[in-house]
């Protein structure tokens, strides 16, 4: 019996308040980590337009992808409140926007 079988019970009972928090938390790294995507982006596409060199877009980008480095990694490592396991990630898929956990499917979207 897999783990996902095992805690089939788990995704239609509704969070804790403590779990909520915990959601909470993780759906605020998402959304930091989203932001930080379409600023970064948005702004390098600006830089590459109002710059005819390509010296300043290549030293941005570079700068830009080894800062996504922090944001990517708090949403990667965020464990599920419930079943404590990575929320993002399983043994076969990994998914930094699954709206549930990929272990439990504790859904995302309890508010
Ligand atoms: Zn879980």
Not at 46 to 57: D, E, F
Request: hydrophobic share 45%.
């Amino acid at each position: 019996m897999s783990s996902r079988e095992m805690n089939h019970a788990s995704t239609t009972s509704a969070p804790t308040a403590e779990e909520r928090s915990a959601l909470h938390r993780i759906r605020r790294k998402r959304r930091v980590l989203l932001a930080y995507i379409a600023v970064g982006l948005m702004a390098i596409a600006a830089l590459a337009s109002w710059k005819r060199t390509n010296r300043y877009t290549v030293g941005a980008f570079a700068a830009w992808s080894l800062g996504a480095i922090v944001p990517t990694l708090a949403v990667v490592l965020s464990r599920c409140p419930r079943c404590r396991r990575p929320f993002h990630q399983n043994d076969t898929k990994g998914n930094v926007f699954a709206m549930a956990c990929l272990n439990c499917g504790l859904r995302l979207d309890w508010w």
